[in-house]
């Protein structure tokens, strides 16, 4: 048998072990179930008064979270139910920013005795808001942190939790909502005086999530070291994967002590919540707003990768695959072949919880070429070993060698996945690279790589990557 058809042959008996992996997990979980609220995916319709002004303007500026009491009401029109006293903060590391969001996310705490029973929110403490935002016409996203500041995103937000649901990979519950917003401290021709009516989506609180995943608290970011000592391969190996299905890298997660890469040297743990109880602790991925598959584009984009990596010069594919790629930088053949197996044997019920969700129609397709890039880039052996580089080697400007291309940086990484050859001359070969490391990220500028090709050293590259690292 051939090496070739050795793999296809591992991947095939991988395939049919692993289908019943998530499956397995989910029968296995002792945790509580999730509150009423989450048993449907339908809109729900709910309706906040509070002094929303008062909550925003000193809510910005407060070291403390700010507080306002308000009314949540929630049924049919003429005939709601209301929960009263309910305290509202302001949350968010940067929505919070009055340079990004108008309308920044909230937070609802139940007032402890609240009659819950037999409403949606039955069992619940508090509750997540995704709001709108902002009330920006177009696909512009801000400035600073990358959001599509209207209504669309939180419908879109909602599906990506939807999606992973489907997956069978920890995380949040969600719901799409549509919110009429009652200001009791509504100022002159403010929106004529009129409730704000957004859509919204309603989020799972943290501690709900842990319990349900079979914890019994959370590790704080000062308290985790590194996946490597406290999650299970397979929870990693799927925490990184669905990120780079949705294009989102507004995560970190430190996977090994010495991992520096991108955010990880300073977060070991960001956007990722850590459920621990009994044995391993679980990865709880969370917060897609500034993911591709939600607000659209990136606007760092031409400053790490190269549209020109794949065919189509879709910046949907190459954020896939970009972040697919490092983890081969980061776990064996084996799991990564496993990752692969346990995807793929949900690839049907991603596709039916994306063409069920409720969301915009252009957001439809977003998400859907992220998943199609998604599918493609793990569908076989070739497809996701890519060549890469096993040997740190310089990049030149021609075949003829010369001056290396921003050496400032110096060779190009061990990891860095390229194209096939565009040319060959001799042992040098022409590729698009794809900084997969974020080798030359910002601050640094290398335009031979982020827009153009370069040439290296054929003997530097193999699909066998990273078994072949260091033998040829």
């Known amino acids: 048998m051939t090496g070739t058809a ?20 989910a029968a296995g979980q002792t945790g509580t179930a999730p509150a009423p609220l989450f048993s449907s995916y339908d809109v729900i319709n709910v309706r906040l008064t509070a002094p929303f002004n008062d909550l925003i303007e000193k809510g910005r500026v407060s070291d403390e979270p700010y507080e306002v009491l308000g009314t949540l009401g929630y049924g049919l029109p003429g005939a709601q139910s209301t929960i009263e006293g309910v305290k509202l903060t302001l949350r968010g590391h940067t929505s ?5 969001c108008s309308f920044p996310k909230l937070k609802i705490q139940f007032p402890h005795g609240a009659r819950t029973d037999g409403s949606p929110f ?19 996203v801000t400035a600073k942190y990358g959001r599509l500041p209207n209504e669309l995103a939180p419908h879109r937000e909602a599906l990506v939790y939807r999606l992973l649901d489907a997956l069978d990979v920890p995380t949040l519950k969600a719901r799409p909502a549509r919110i009429t917003y009652v200001f009791t401290d ?21 501690e709900s999530a842990v319990r ?8 704080t970011e000062n308290d985790f070291t590194n996946a490597h000592e406290q999650f299970t391969t397979a929870d990693t190996a799927a925490a990184a994967f669905v990120e780079a299905m949705i294009g989102n890298f507004d995560w970190c997660l430190k996977v090994t002590p010495g991992d520096k890469y991108r955010c990880n040297a300073r977060h070991p743990l960001w956007n990722i919540i850590a459920a621990a109880g009994a ?33 189509s010069r879709s910046h949907a594919a190459v ?65 996701f070993y890519r060549p890469a580089v096993i040997r740190a080697t310089p990049a030149y400007a021609s075949a003829a060698g010369g001056a290396q291309v921003c050496s400032a940086q110096g060779p190009v990484p061990v990891g860095t996945v390229v194209t096939e050859p565009r040319q060959t001359s001799g042992k ?3 590729v698009v690279l794809l900084d997969t490391l974020w080798h030359w990220a910002p601050p640094v500028k290398c335009p031979a790589v982020h827009t153009g090709t370069v040439w290296i050293d054929s003997s530097a590259v193999s699909r066998d990557y990273p078994r072949a690292v260091g033998t040829q």
């Open 212 to 219: 349900r995943y079979g914890g019994d608290r959370e590790v």
């Open 186 to 206: 509504t100022r002159s021709g403010q929106n004529g005086g009129k409730p704000l009516v957004r859509n919204a989506m309603l989020l799972e609180n943290n």
């Open 122 to 140: 039955a069992g619940m403490t508090s509750l997540k808001i995704g709001t709108h935002c902002g009330d920006s016409t177009d696909d512009t």
């Open 428 to 430: 040098m070969i022409e």
């Open 96 to 100: 919070i920013a009055e340079t990004e």
């Open 319 to 383: 954020e896939v695959v970009g972040q697919l790629q490092h983890t081969r930088a980061v776990f064996g053949r084996a799991d990564l072949d496993a990752a692969r197996a346990r995807f793929n044997a949900k690839k049907a019920a991603a596709y039916a919880a994306l063409d069920a969700g409720t969301v915009d129609v252009r957001g439809r397709e977003n998400i859907r070429h992220y998943l199609d890039a998604f599918f493609e880039a793990i569908a076989s052996d070739d497809a």
């Open 279 to 311: 044995g391993r602790a679980r990865p709880i991925v969370y917060d897609f707003d500034v993911s591709g598959a939600v607000a659209g584009s990136h606007r760092w984009f031409a400053d790490v990768y190269n549209d020109a990596f794949v065919e």
């Open 6 to 25: 050795s793999r296809r042959s591992g991947f095939r008996h991988a395939l049919a072990a692993l289908a019943l992996v998530p499956a397995a997990l």
